[in-house]
């Protein structure tokens, strides 16, 4: 169980300057596990800075934060990965010379049989026969390092994953793969907790909790039968508009693996 | 003349060319500017050069799949060993060289091994050469290695060729040059990790003057501490040809780095690019794999291993 107390974060305005900006205000916040807990709120509210506060990448001015009853606050980043967190970047760092092999390996901590590596390329839509000996650099499209970068977390198998925006940047066809994978994580129910901060409609409703963050405070809290009403993805276009309209796409029926 | 090899010998010849004891086929061993071993092959023969110190190798034409060991190692202390090693290599082979110098050095006197290394590639010929460059001891003694490489490519001869300094060497001069007839390639890798006060230069020039020649510079290299490196790649189109230089450098500490890449197109039809990246390791790199569960340290560790591959 994840828990978050009274947590504060104050960035300066500009580099040197004193005067500060509160990205998170005194935010708390609990996460039990077994639970699918989606984060969404407007650009600027502070979702991003919370994942980072969570994995240590980022350090809170006040408050705690609390991990299966140990406190966290001060921990390294590397520490709270060793006690099971793990975090998929928005935007994955590239590697040179490292092959995605490599990566794989070095998030699962030992090295894998080719069958799990295939498994978990697949389950983000990608070939592993066509990319495990491929270097994560440029060579890569943005939604391919994407992929692998969510690859990556898959092998790790943390007890509690946070996902920053894992659709950004994913074709549809892969991003519907994508859904089920989480989808499926979710249904085995192995008390991991998964937490993806997410602005899309499929994966919202596939929460337990949605956490609408806003200001960098927790505006409301539910269910996505209690919340999604209130987020506005029930109606669709503008009124009157029928060029607004989304065109149907049937997703299943594109091939997404090898 | 046979010289025994001792545990560091072995070392050394294993740190060089992943050897453990003595090659199959042709080889020569040079220890100290002696000859430890040598031996030729029914299709690579290996003589005493008699001008310079040194050999000359010779691979008959036709020759495929075989594999050449001209290793040295250095372990006396106050010993500059220059060395000519020319390969003659005919028309039609396909051969591995494996080349390279180890030193051992507990002195405070310098040691400097610098080998002038010639290549002459017939016609449609492919050569893998692989060089590697090496230091240790605790000795105040600079270990010096200035390598000078001479590639001249026939017509449709392919050549890679992989120059790694990996540690301990104090200072280096690489001077690479090659020239190259119509239809050839050359890869040249180099591959360069520098640290406390070392120093590197590697100067390149190469010539493609043929009709459709191609060369490909790859250079990745991480300076460390307080040590400087130098590059100066030197491409010159004089045909309808393709030109690629990349130079990649990683900073770290107090380090400098100056790459100066070059190209100079005098044809109309040479296409000519370099690439020149400096910089430190970034820092999402490092969180990344910190959140993967390795240390800082670590991580900086893995990211130079796999930039140097």
Same mark, same amino acid.
């Given at each position: 169980?994840?828990?978050?107390?009274?947590?504060?974060?104050?960035?300066?305005?500009?580099?040197?300057?004193?005067?500060?900006?509160?990205?998170?205000?005194?935010?708390?916040?609990?996460?039990?596990?077994?639970?699918?807990?989606?984060?969404?709120?407007?650009?600027?509210?502070?979702?991003?800075?919370?994942?980072?506060?969570?994995?240590?990448?980022?350090?809170?001015?006040?408050?705690?934060?609390?991990?299966?009853?140990?406190?966290?606050?001060?921990?390294?980043?590397?520490?709270?990965?060793?006690?099971?967190? @793990?975090?998929?970047?928005?935007?994955?760092?590239?590697?040179?010379?490292?092959?995605?092999?490599?990566?794989?390996?070095?998030?699962?901590? !030992? !090295?894998?049989?080719?069958?799990?590596?295939?498994?978990?390329?697949?389950?983000?839509?990608?070939?592993?026969?066509?990319?495990?000996?491929?270097?994560?650099?440029?060579?890569?499209?943005?939604?391919?390092?994407?992929?692998?970068?969510?690859?990556?977390?898959?092998? *790790?198998?943390?007890?509690?994953?946070?996902?920053?925006?894992?659709?950004?940047?994913?074709?549809?066809?892969?991003?519907? *793969?994508?859904?089920?994978?989480?989808?499926?994580?979710?249904?085995?129910?192995?008390?991991?907790?998964?937490?993806?901060?997410?602005?899309?409609?499929?994966?919202?409703?596939?929460?337990?909790?949605?956490?609408?963050?806003?200001?960098?405070?927790?505006? *409301?809290?539910?269910?996505?039968?209690?919340?999604?009403?209130?987020?506005?993805?029930?109606?669709?276009?503008?009124? @009157?508009?029928?060029?607004?309209?989304?065109?149907?796409?049937?997703? +299943?029926?594109?091939?997404?693996?090898? | 003349?046979?010289?025994?090899?001792?545990?560091?010998?072995?070392?050394?010849?294993?740190?060089?060319?992943?050897?453990?004891?003595?090659?199959?086929?042709?080889?020569?061993?040079?220890?100290?500017?002696?000859?430890?071993?040598?031996?030729?092959?029914?299709?690579?023969?290996?003589?005493?050069?008699?001008?310079?110190?040194?050999?000359?190798?010779?691979?008959?034409?036709?020759?495929?799949?075989?594999?050449?060991?001209?290793?040295?190692?250095?372990?006396?202390?106050?010993?500059?060993?220059?060395?000519?090693?020319?390969?003659?290599?005919?028309?039609?082979?396909?051969?591995?060289?494996?080349?390279?110098?180890?030193?051992?050095?507990?002195?405070?006197?310098?040691?400097?091994?610098?080998?002038?290394?010639?290549?002459?590639?017939?016609?449609?010929?492919?050569?893998?050469?692989?060089?590697?460059?090496?230091?240790?001891?605790?000795?105040? @003694?600079?270990?010096?290695?200035?390598?000078?490489?001479?590639?001249?490519?026939?017509?449709?001869?392919?050549?890679?060729?992989?120059?790694?300094?990996? *540690?301990?060497?104090?200072?280096?001069?690489?001077? +690479?040059?090659?020239?190259?007839?119509?239809?050839?390639?050359?890869?040249?890798?180099?591959?360069?990790?520098?640290?406390?006060?070392?120093?590197?230069?590697?100067?390149?020039?190469?010539?493609?003057?043929?009709?459709?020649?191609?060369?490909?510079?790859?250079?990745?290299?991480?300076?460390?501490?307080?040590?400087?490196?130098?590059?100066?790649?030197?491409?010159?189109?004089?045909?309808?040809?393709?030109?690629?230089?990349?130079?990649?450098?990683?900073?770290?500490?107090?380090?400098?780095?100056?790459?100066?890449?070059?190209?100079?197109?005098?044809?109309?039809?040479?296409?000519?690019?370099?690439?020149?990246?400096?910089?430190?390791?970034?820092?999402?790199?490092?969180?990344?794999?910190?959140?993967?569960?390795?240390?800082?340290?670590?991580?900086?560790?893995?990211?130079?291993?796999?930039?140097?591959?």
């Amino acid at each position: 169980m994840l828990e978050l107390r009274n947590i504060v974060f104050d960035v300066p305005v500009q580099e040197n300057a004193r005067e500060t900006k509160r990205i998170i205000d005194n935010l708390s916040l609990t996460i039990p596990d077994d639970r699918f807990t989606v984060i969404t709120g407007p650009n600027g509210g502070g979702k991003s800075t919370l994942a980072k506060l969570i994995m240590g990448i980022e350090k809170p001015t006040s408050g705690q934060i609390i991990f299966n009853g140990q406190d966290i606050t001060d921990l390294s980043i590397t520490e709270r990965a060793n006690l099971g967190i @793990g975090y998929g970047f928005q935007q994955p760092a590239r590697f040179k010379g490292m092959k995605v092999k490599k990566l794989l390996d070095i998030a699962a901590g !030992k !090295k894998l049989p080719m069958l799990a590596c295939n498994e978990y390329l697949a389950k983000v839509g990608l070939c592993s026969a066509a990319y495990l000996t491929r270097e994560v650099d440029k060579s890569l499209s943005g939604g391919e390092v994407k992929r692998i970068e969510i690859a990556t977390i898959l092998a *790790r198998d943390p007890k509690l994953a946070i996902y920053d925006e894992p659709e950004a940047g994913i074709d549809l066809w892969s991003f519907d *793969r994508l859904t089920e994978t989480f989808r499926d994580i979710h249904e085995a129910r192995d008390g991991r907790s998964i937490v993806i901060i997410s602005h899309q409609e499929r994966i919202i409703q596939l929460a337990d909790e949605i956490v609408l963050l806003k200001d960098g405070r927790v505006e *409301r809290t539910g269910s996505p039968a209690e919340l999604m009403p209130q987020l506005g993805f029930v109606s669709k276009g503008v009124p @009157g508009c029928r060029l607004s309209e989304p065109t149907e796409l049937h997703l +299943t029926e594109i091939p997404t693996t090898c | 003349m046979a010289v025994d090899l001792s545990p560091i010998d072995e070392n050394l010849l294993a740190e060089i060319t992943s050897l453990h004891g003595m090659p199959k086929g042709a080889f020569n061993i040079r220890k100290d500017g002696e000859l430890v071993e040598r031996h030729s092959s029914a299709f690579i023969d290996i003589e005493t050069k008699t001008d310079n110190p040194g050999i000359d190798i010779t691979i008959k034409p036709g020759t495929k799949g075989e594999t050449v060991y001209i290793p040295v190692i250095v372990t006396k202390s106050g010993l500059k060993d220059v060395v000519y090693n020319t390969f003659y290599i005919g028309d039609d082979c396909d051969v591995k060289i494996i080349a390279g110098c180890g030193i051992h050095n507990n002195s405070h006197q310098d040691s400097e091994h610098d080998g002038i290394h010639s290549f002459h590639i017939g016609k449609n010929s492919r050569v893998s050469y692989v060089e590697k460059h090496y230091g240790e001891g605790e000795g105040t @003694g600079e270990r010096i290695l200035n390598p000078t490489t001479n590639v001249y490519m026939d017509e449709g001869s392919f050549c890679e060729m992989e120059m790694v300094q990996l *540690r301990g060497v104090t200072s280096t001069v690489r001077d +690479t040059n090659a020239e190259l007839a119509a239809g050839s390639k050359l890869v040249l890798i180099e591959k360069l990790l520098t640290h406390d006060n070392q120093m590197a230069t590697s100067n390149m020039k190469v010539e493609l003057k043929g009709e459709d020649s191609t060369v490909q510079v790859i250079s990745r290299s991480v300076a460390q501490d307080d040590s400087v490196q130098i590059f100066n790649p030197l491409v010159i189109g004089e045909a309808a040809c393709h030109g690629h230089v990349q130079c990649d450098a990683i900073i770290m500490g107090n380090a400098k780095v100056k790459a100066i890449p070059g190209i100079e197109a005098a044809h109309e039809d040479a296409q000519l690019i370099h690439e020149a990246a400096i910089g430190k390791i970034a820092g999402d790199q490092i969180v990344k794999l910190m959140t993967l569960g390795l240390t800082e340290e670590e991580a900086e560790q893995e990211i130079i291993d796999d930039f140097l591959n």
